[in-house]
């Protein structure tokens, strides 16, 4: 059965590839980090789009942008499509970038065909999914499902010491309480960010959930005195308890697959060659699909800082900033999409999604379902992300089709139940 509506491919990549010249890089990726100047500007740009498509935009207060499509009953819950527009520090064109403009596709192809679905359609913008510059990852989402205190994630401030609440004020972009109602489901589009789907060589991955993850920031503080003099028996050396528990980390990884285990940010004081290192901040995050193996990893990691610590004559000041149990999708999301997937012939496999995403987040709240698309050598989180367009055309194609089964058209495709 045909649908309503088919996105046009061109538009999309176009669109992507504006998008992109936001904070783009000479290595061809982007830093568009959270609530920076250039992060105001792709909302801009977006929130632009989404007024000429027919939307009406709306600001909540953590600064998650929506774009509303009115429905023929606009009184019923909307469906909701959704990422984010911030990237990591050396981040690429499509993650997050492409669920967004994903969403924003299906407005404009609804828009051109004039189309009017019996519920109002939403696309959001998340504000800091990323975690780079404020943690943790997901704030937007997380504070808009109830999981992270709004106040909380206000006051989280980056390593300049700017606050969340401050760096919304600077680019104009914290809104009003939300009075809109819960979705009736919420659909993300995104890159796979791994090698699975092009190793399958499938164009879709129908996501069956995301594995569980948590985040720590710990600061180890020992003593700085001359590295010349100093026997190695009487130092209280930081980073050699920081080293211990980073190598640690990835035997623990190692130890638990398909889980993972990751020490990504260090900052050493004071810095200097010739001074043994008094002060570590280090953060690592632990991921796996079954909580109780990712329960048992943290107890491994906990044990392992707390040895690194007495070896090393230090102080430990260790906290959990993220705990996100793994996130099943609802089968009729998922059975939306696998069935979009099939009617247009395009090769899938159901996935379970390594990375973590604000469809997890929303997955707490409404019934959520995740379309995969494949990316080159599975390669993310890296300026040489790369896609390609049929592919990317071929996700929001899906994505099209599981909303209108859910919005309700004049043509209907009704999702299994
Ligand atoms: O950390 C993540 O999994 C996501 O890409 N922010
Ligand atoms: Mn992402
Ligand atoms: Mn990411």
Redesign the pocket.
Known sequence: MGTAIRIDEDRLWNSLMELARIGATPAGGVNRQALTELDGQARALFSAWCREAGCVLRTDPIGNLIARRPGRNDSQPAIMMGSHLDSQPTGGKF?GAYGVMAGLEVLRALHAAGIETERPIEVVAWTN???ARFAP??MGSQVYAGLMGLDEALAVRDTEGVSVAEALARIGAQGMADSGSRPAAYFEAHIE?GPLLEAERKTIGVVSGGQG?CWFQMTLTGRASHAGTTPMDMRSDALVGAAAIIGALDRIGRAHPPGCATAGRILVSPNSPNVIPDSVYLTAEIRHPDDAVRAAMELEFRAAADEAVKLNHLDLNLAKVLEQPAAPFDPACIAAIRQAAERNGYPSMEIISG???DAVALSRIVPTGMVFVPCAGGVS?NELESAESGDLAAGCQVLAEAVLAYARVSDPVTPSR
């Open positions: 993650d999914e990323e975690g990852s997901m960010q993850q990375a973590a995403h989180h």
